[in-house]
T-cell receptor, first 112, second 114 residues
């Protein structure tokens, strides 16, 4: 059974601070890891992808992967009110053929 | 990234009827995926559609309820059959061109069954 766990929140962070979102997954065979942002009433938007252990940075976003601990995180620096959304962690186990398993999402609120 | 167009974007349907959702991609892709997002919930994979073969359904989803077509490498349809209010959800089409590539989503179809 593939499982992806996230704290549902809400996670409240002051504007300008660092928001830290965490995700754990159950299947050690997982190969690809994604963070999606979803605004209310909209479809998920890809924010970050990471495939190997370590950190991957893209602008204000940093994804961190630790396969030994089965843990992936997303850091958002200099948080903005526009970052307020639900962040979905998604995992792909077998490459492209398996589709994605999603966590329930963390609701992030950036307080002005 | 692939551009994915879904239609309809939303619909209100009577229980017992069926709705077919279309997904068009601007490039040829190997795999297409259909997800459901129930109100307040995350995304759940319904099935994987590979051109030229029958769709592969996830546990809890069956072909009679969610028949899928994949006639070519840029198009797929999902039908929600014999609808009940419990089928009220957002249905999302996604594409993934291969291993270690990101999955992109269409804008979704918001279905309300009354």
């Amino acid at each position: 059974q593939k499982e992806v766990e996230q704290n549902s929140g809400p996670l409240s962070v002051p504007e300008g601070a660092i928001a830290s979102l965490n995700c754990t997954y159950s299947d050690r065979g997982s190969q690809s890891f994604f963070w999606y942002r979803q605004y209310s009433g909209k479809s998920p938007e890809l924010i970050m992808s990471i495939y190997s252990n370590g950190d991957k940075e893209d602008g204000r976003f940093t994804a961190q992967l630790n396969k030994a601990s089965q843990y992936v995180s997303l850091l958002i620096r200099d948080s903005q009110p526009s970052d307020s959304a639900t962040y979905l962690c998604a995992v792909n186990v077998g490459g492209g053929a398996d589709g994605l398993t999603f966590g329930k999402g963390t609701h992030l609120i950036i307080q002005p | 990234s692939a551009v994915i167009s879904q239609k309809p974007s939303r619909d209100i349907c009577q229980r017992g009827t069926s709705l077919t959702i279309q997904c068009q991609v601007d490039s040829q892709v190997t795999m297409m995926f259909w997800y459901r997002q129930q109100p307040g919930q995350s995304l759940t994979l319904i099935a994987t559609a590979n051109q030229g073969s029958e769709a592969t359904y996830e546990s809890g989803f069956v072909i009679d309820k969610f028949p899928i077509s994949r006639p070519n490498l840029t198009f797929s349809t999902l039908t929600v059959s014999n609808m009940s209010p419990e089928d009220s959800s957002i249905y999302l089409c996604s594409v993934d061109a291969g291993q270690n590539t990101e999955a992109f989503f269409g804008q979704g179809t918001r279905l309300t069954v009354v």
